[in-house]
């Protein structure tokens, strides 16, 4: 029941998020034209690779080491997760050097105009903040405290969208409007995790060289995961912009957002099944292992029905909400769907890899992934036009996915075939 009811709040709160951001969505089309959603898309990709980049992917070795330490000794986690946080303002540090030097190549490469090439070094910033808000949001989850999760994210969600409809539709800042109101809600919410987690105790001064080293050797590996996600997820409106126009890389944006709906309750599953895992492996015996089992196919199931669900309402979302340039958008919907419905299952097993510390896995699944994404996206874009990048994307997601499978498999073995077990009634 307590399962449960963690469940349905993540889907909740995510459902509450994507409500508000996706009738948001067709409402700035009316102020927005195609190319200025090029450029939101462009920037958010840039925000998307710098985040690995500067975090070093070292936020999750708090949250494996949670449960080892914060009940038997709470300062020793204290230390910990204060030393995880220092991390990663060094490589923001050189990354902002780095964005203010070639400010001006960066945004004539992401198709910005030169004269508003300053968005380049803020996206060093949005980055870092970015970092330290999902860490506020992540820790709610490790602590299994829905409550302060939902309060956060509908915190931020309240800022950032008052804050765009006054900027884009009252005073006119057109796209920088959107960015400026996400920067003004990261800042908030950062300013709110400094005093939160001061409160709890867990920031101090006792920064140990030997949880640095074992929190970089727990993300650096993943940095090559992350950046592997950013390619697959990210890169193909990078292609679209150079290999077709920014107008459809804007058009592409919108019926992208709209096929990755499913990804709210892939959100929820990241959130909800990461804790799951853990708790069970920790005491692993028959029924935990059938737990795991059941939950996993639960899951499976589910995503598949908010794919079928997404697909059908499609037509009518771009016909009676959209401004009619971006209909188009909607043949990259379904695809996109079946993307995320592959990484939704993706999701679940890699909390296997996680648990077991194999994280190199990831490292090295990332380098194939990068590869083969890249191939993929300039071979069909040159030869479908932009639907190509959704083929690619779908493609290289599906790879990902078979590979971790077989290889959390490899880690444990779990009943996965037993379905009479599965499917007894209690």
């Known amino acids: 029941m307590k399962s ?113 090439s300053y968005w380049i070094p803020l996206s060093a910033l949005l980055a870092i903040l970015t970092i330290y808000y999902e860490t506020l949001i992540g820790f709610n989850v490790i602590e299994q405290k829905p409550g302060n999760y939902t309060f956060f994210v509908l915190l931020k969600l309240v800022v950032e969208v008052s804050l765009t409809v006054y900027f884009v539709t009252d ?84 019926g992208y957002r709209v096929g990755m709906l499913i990804l709210l309750f892939v959100s929820a599953v990241g959130n909800f099944i990461q804790p799951y895992i853990f708790e069970r492996l920790a005491e692993l015996n028959d029924r935990k292992r059938m737990q795991l089992v059941k939950m996993s196919y639960v899951i499976i199931v589910g995503l598949l029905g908010v794919l079928l669900f997404i697909t059908f309402l499609a037509p009518l979302f771009f016909k009676y909400m959209v401004d009619h340039s971006y209909y188009e958008g909607i043949r990259y919907v379904f695809w996109t769907g079946l993307s995320y419905f592959f990484w939704g299952v993706y999701v679940v097993f890699t909390g296997y890899i996680f648990y077991y510390k194999k994280t190199k896995i990831l490292g090295y699944l990332a380098i194939v992934n990068v590869v083969l994404n890249i191939g993929l996206n300039y071979v069909l874009i040159e030869k479908y036009g932009a639907i190509g990048a959704a083929y690619a994307t779908c493609i290289s997601f599906f790879v990902v996915m078979i590979i971790v499978i077989w290889r959390s498999n490899l880690l444990i073995k779990l009943p996965w075939f037993e379905y009479k077990s599965i499917f007894k009634r209690g």
């Open 171 to 254: 005073l006119r800042y057109g796209w920088e409007g959107r960015l400026l109101a996400w920067v003004i809600a990261t800042v908030t919410m950062f300013i709110v995790s400094i005093i939160y987690f001061n409160k709890k105790g867990l920031l101090t001064k006792k920064i140990k060289k030997l949880y640095r080293i074992a929190a970089l050797s727990f993300g650096i590996p993943l940095i090559l995961h992350v950046i592997g996600k950013f390619v697959i997820n990210q890169s193909d409106r990078v292609f679209i912009a150079k290999m077709v126009s920014i107008d459809e890389a804007g058009i592409y944006n919108i």
């Open 4 to 116: 449960l009811k963690q469940f349905s709040t993540y889907t909740l709160v995510g459902f509450i998020g994507a409500g508000v951001s996706f009738f948001l969505m067709p409402y700035l089309s009316h102020f927005l034209k195609p190319w200025e959603y090029g450029v939101l898309s462009m920037i958010n990709s840039f925000v998307t690779i710098l985040i690995p980049l500067i975090g070093l992917s070292v936020a999750g070795y708090a949250k494996v080491e949670y449960y080892k330490y914060l009940k038997k000794d709470p300062k020793e986690f204290a230390s910990i997760f204060s030393t995880v946080q220092v991390i990663p303002i060094l490589p923001f540090l050189i990354i902002l050097l780095l964005t203010f030097l070639f400010m001006h190549p960066l945004a004539a490469f992401l198709e910005i105009p030169q004269d508003k």
